[in-house]
């Protein structure tokens, strides 16, 4: 069966859930910077949202209207740009934040981590559709190793540290693709490691592995040549976590990791995480109501239409509202799942569940650092903060992906 020319296969209902998230962000975004006499100007938020929402529409059109099979064979050459693109932000980008990862063309900016994202996930699915491919071969695992590491090497010379964990997410369609599951129980068991040592200091945590290791040679009759190897390898880990933290990440970024952890910091470097606890809990279960909100409306947390937006909708329309927001969320989640499952591309599957590893970072980091449950890092709330870059990068995979599932009753090549 060949694709219907009218999009009779589009699936609609994760459309939906992308309009009803539009709108909810849009309300949030007219609250914080609420002015009758400056509605849809160019020069606010609101109107500038607008605006990327239109562009945002009109380039998903343009890719439901070309052939899908153009983009999978431009796959390596949009990565290859992306590259030239971080490696030349390095050098004539803009410091916002603290990081030297944008382009500054007056009327907007652009940031080219964004379109890594979507040239990263098009080239580890050109790669992994390819029938000869599979994460079981070594040589295989370190190529998308290497695709991967590439553009995160270049982000975080910019240092731009959100981005980065963003891709470490894409070990979603890899463990769906086969990867070995020891390898995401080594990553999980590396960043406990990490926050131990932060935790604890790595003096404490090195004795408590020595530990570990006599008593595993002592119970299960380890090798001691094993033991050795082990106790090695995560005490470099341990100490190179220790030396990043005191020596590479800046004084903002080590605070927030302590936030986080619970070690004891002066009021005003938790600023940010009490007034949105104190945003998101004073709106009870429906809200303060239109333009009620005292944290909104007084101004009391930073980065409110980007980063912290979620207490906007949690102090406006409270518990109610947020939770129509989350469910919004996870059904476009399980959306993205029931399509890729049902793709009979290989190409097109990969592609799905990296845009779910890529759509759950997003969603999961922006709400758990304004609960205290991860480190403030500056990751938008998908199609619901303001911005232009994250909210268009983020809309073509929505659109290309929609495109790819128009052609799932062919094996595309």
């Not at 859930?17 to 909810?24: D, S, V």
């Not at 995560?234 to 990791?257: A, E, G, P, V, W």
């Not at 990969?350 to 709400?367: A, E, M, Q, T």
Request: aromatic share 18%.
């Amino acid at each position: 069966m060949t694709r219907n020319p009218h999009y009779k296969f589009v699936d609609f209902k994760i459309f939906l859930a992308y309009i009803g998230l539009m709108i909810i962000g849009l309300y949030a975004i007219y609250v914080v910077e609420y002015n009758p006499n400056n509605v849809f100007s160019f020069s606010s938020e609101f109107g500038k949202q607008i605006l990327f929402h239109s562009i945002s529409l009109l380039i998903g059109v343009f890719i439901l209207l070309l052939d899908g099979k153009f983009l999978m064979k431009l796959s390596y050459l949009i990565y290859f740009f992306s590259l030239l693109l971080l490696f030349a932000v390095l050098i004539f980008g803009e410091i916002k934040h603290g990081a030297k990862s944008w382009f500054d063309f007056g009327v907007f900016g652009f940031q080219p981590a964004e379109l890594a994202k979507f040239g990263t996930v098009l080239a580890i699915s050109k790669y992994l559709s390819k029938h000869d491919t599979s994460l079981s071969k070594k040589h295989d695992l370190l190529r998308i190793f290497l695709l991967i590491s590439f553009p995160v090497f270049l982000i975080f010379l910019q240092p731009d540290m959100g981005s980065c964990l963003v891709f470490g997410f894409l070990i979603i369609p890899l463990f769906r693709e086969g990867l070995n599951k020891w390898i995401p129980i080594l990553v999980l068991s590396l960043l406990f490691l990490f926050i131990m040592t932060i935790f604890i200091s790595f003096k404490y945590t090195f004795w408590i592995i020595i530990s570990i290791c006599a008593l595993s040679f002592i119970v299960k009759k380890i090798s001691f040549k094993r033991v050795v190897s082990i106790l090695i390898l995560t005490s470099l880990f341990s100490f190179s976590s220790q030396y990043t933290f005191d020596n590479l990440l800046k004084k903002h970024q080590q605070t927030r990791i302590k936030v986080l952890l619970g070690k004891n910091v002066s009021p005003g470097e938790r600023y940010n995480l009490d007034q949105s606890l104190i945003g998101i809990g004073s709106g009870g279960l429906f809200g303060k109501g239109f333009l009620q909100g005292t944290q909104t409306q007084g101004d009391y947390i930073p980065e409110q239409s980007t980063d912290f937006i979620f207490c906007t909708i949690g102090e406006e329309i409270g518990f109610f509202g947020s939770l129509i927001t989350i469910l919004l969320f996870v059904f476009f989640m399980i959306r993205i799942i029931i399509i890729s499952e049902r793709q009979r591309s290989k190409f097109s599957r990969i592609f799905g569940y990296s845009f779910l590893g890529i759509f759950f970072s997003h969603f999961s980091i922006n709400i758990g650092m304004i609960l205290g449950l991860f480190p403030v890092v500056g990751i938008p709330l998908p199609f619901v903060s303001y911005g232009g870059t994250a909210l268009v990068t983020m809309t073509i995979f929505l659109f290309f992906f929609l495109k790819l599932d128009s052609y799932r009753m062919e094996i595309l090549k």
